[in-house]
């Protein structure tokens, strides 16, 4: 904790995860907004897209003001996995399917770009993040697939320049000691980093710059500005300290689902779901037992695990999703299940904390960056996917707005907003997660069968 800052007060506006007790990197502390102000720009949403866009407005020039509902980094910017993935929710032929090969190479390699920006960053402003390109490997649940798989990377590499290896099941096997796992994939371009100390090390930078931050201030409404401010847009706000405005040439919504009354059409085409961690006590002689290799690691179902190994030796296990959270007892003992589930050697080892946190997701499980009218920008929809995507779309939205850039149209011309049943979209969305949990279930389920039979495939 920085000095001169006290456990309790503003700590206790903060979900109490793991990444808040280990934080480094100062709260930003900002007072609510009040009175009115005239600036170029104005970004709803104090994550890592509303921080990406507002440093990459200020770095061209322009006066910005970031509007937080809650505190700087507080949602899911704050208290995600930590892996930092160059690339999106939608992966490798997924993507060109939907936006074909060179549009899917453009885009992959601007996150690749904005992934090294991004560490160029971390680097220059010594941010306190524990950064760590420590890798990733997809590992597959399902027997057989390991030839497909060495094409498959054989022909990403070429396509993306990537340097994806595929690891043998019996190299899985000597590496992670658990009977669900058969072929792995592996990324050396990722990193796992600390998620609230990165939100806040980008907020600092910000700050630094000379944008404006106002915490616990909601957006309540979004109209034309008034005649006389030279502006196109004003959003009016509330806080406990009372009513304000700002009035702005460009508005950007960066926030999630909780962009609500002033989010219209996107506001209404994101899905809302709870995704859920654990964190274990340190574990320098269990974890051996169980797996060897300090990579981010994902499995392959759709309701998948994925976990990293802490640099002071804890467990990070996350996965899940739901519309309600658990209580604090019976989430503990839904996560320790399911990591059971893969390490039946880790069954008792002890838990720190375990947290559940907002993501929210467009249909098409890419990021919703565009303009709805003239001056009113989204970047937003980032869920499972966000650390590098964000910084990316910060950039791609600042650019435009300051530049005239029109690179944004990629995304917004093939991944539009679409109504997605708000405000039921929550229900629907767990609905969606179950339903692909259950298909999970009986794949692994048929598969175990034939393998007892003696008729599995390697």
Same mark, same amino acid.
């Given at each position: 904790m920085?000095?001169?800052?006290e456990?309790?007060?503003i ?30 720009v ?11 866009t ?10 910005v ?8 980094? @507080? ?24 936006v ?11 996150s ?13 402003h010594?941010?306190q993040c524990?950064?760590?390109m420590?890798?990733?490997v ?6 057989g ?15 993306f ?15 992670f ?10 990324d050396?371009?990722?990193? @796992? ?13 910000a ?35 009372g009513?304000g405005?700002?009035c ?7 926030g999630?689902?909780?962009i609500?009354?002033v ?18 006590e ?5 974890l051996?037992?169980a ?16 976990y ?7 467990l990070?296990?996350g ?16 996560m ?5 589930s ?5 069954a008792?080892?002890?838990i ?7 993501? @929210? ?13 003239p ?7 980032f ?9 990316l ?14 690179r ?10 679409r ?5 039921a ?8 997660y179950?339903?692909?949990r259950?298909a ?12 007892a039979l ?5």
């Amino acid at each position: 904790m920085p000095e001169g800052e006290e456990k309790g007060g503003i700590l206790q506006e903060y979900p109490q995860t793991f990444y808040t007790a280990t934080r480094k990197e100062p709260f930003v502390d900002a007072p609510p907004l009040t009175g009115d102000h005239n600036v170029d720009v104005c970004v709803v949403g104090g994550g890592l897209a509303g921080i990406a866009t507002a440093l990459g407005v200020v770095e061209r020039g322009k006066s910005v003001v970031v509007v937080e509902r809650k505190r700087v980094g @507080s949602e899911a910017s704050g208290m995600n996995g930590g892996f930092a993935i160059p690339g999106f929710a939608v992966e490798g032929w997924d993507l060109v399917e939907l936006v074909g090969k060179d549009k899917a190479r453009t885009m992959f390699r601007w996150s690749m770009e904005a992934f090294e920006k991004m560490q160029q960053r971390i680097a220059k402003h010594a941010i306190q993040c524990d950064f760590d390109m420590c890798g990733q490997v997809s590992l597959s649940c399902f027997a057989g697939g390991e030839h497909e798989a060495r094409e498959d990377a054989t022909a990403l590499n070429t396509l993306f320049g990537t340097r994806l290896e595929v690891w043998s099941r019996a190299k899985v096997q000597s590496l992670f000691f658990s009977r669900n796992y058969y072929h792995g994939v592996f990324d050396p371009d990722v990193a @796992s980093l600390h998620p609230l100390n990165f939100t806040l090390g980008l907020a600092r930078i910000a700050r630094s710059y000379g944008v404006r931050f106002f915490e616990r201030t909601e957006a309540v409404d979004l109209t034309p500005a008034p005649a006389g401010s030279g502006r196109r847009w004003c959003v009016s706000t509330s806080s406990t300290q009372g009513k304000g405005s700002v009035c702005a040439d460009d508005v950007v919504l960066a926030g999630g689902s909780s962009i609500g009354g002033v989010g219209g059409t996107v506001g209404r085409s994101l899905v809302p779901l709870l995704t859920f961690i654990m964190v274990t006590e340190p574990l320098p002689d269990q974890l051996a037992k169980a797996f060897t290799p300090r990579h981010c690691v994902v499995d392959d179902r759709f309701a998948l695990n994925y976990y990293r190994v802490l640099p002071d030796g804890r467990l990070l296990w996350g996965g899940r999703a739901a519309t309600f959270r658990p209580s604090p007892a019976r989430l503990n003992d839904i996560m320790r299940a399911d990591l059971t589930s893969v390490y039946p050697q880790l069954a008792d080892v002890p838990i720190t904390c375990t947290w559940g946190g907002p993501v @929210s997701y467009a249909y098409h499980m890419m990021p919703l960056i565009g303009q709805r009218q003239p001056g009113l920008w989204h970047c937003t929809g980032f869920g499972g996917h966000g650390l590098v995507p964000t910084q990316l779309a910060g950039d791609l939205v600042a650019a435009a707005i300051a530049e005239g850039d029109t690179r944004y149209t990629l995304f917004s011309e093939a991944f539009p907003p679409r109504y997605v049943g708000w405000p039921a979209s929550h229900i629907l969305g767990t609905l969606a997660y179950w339903s692909y949990r259950a298909a999970d279930w009986a794949a692994l389920t048929r598969q175990r069968v034939l393998e007892a039979l003696g008729r599995g495939s390697d």
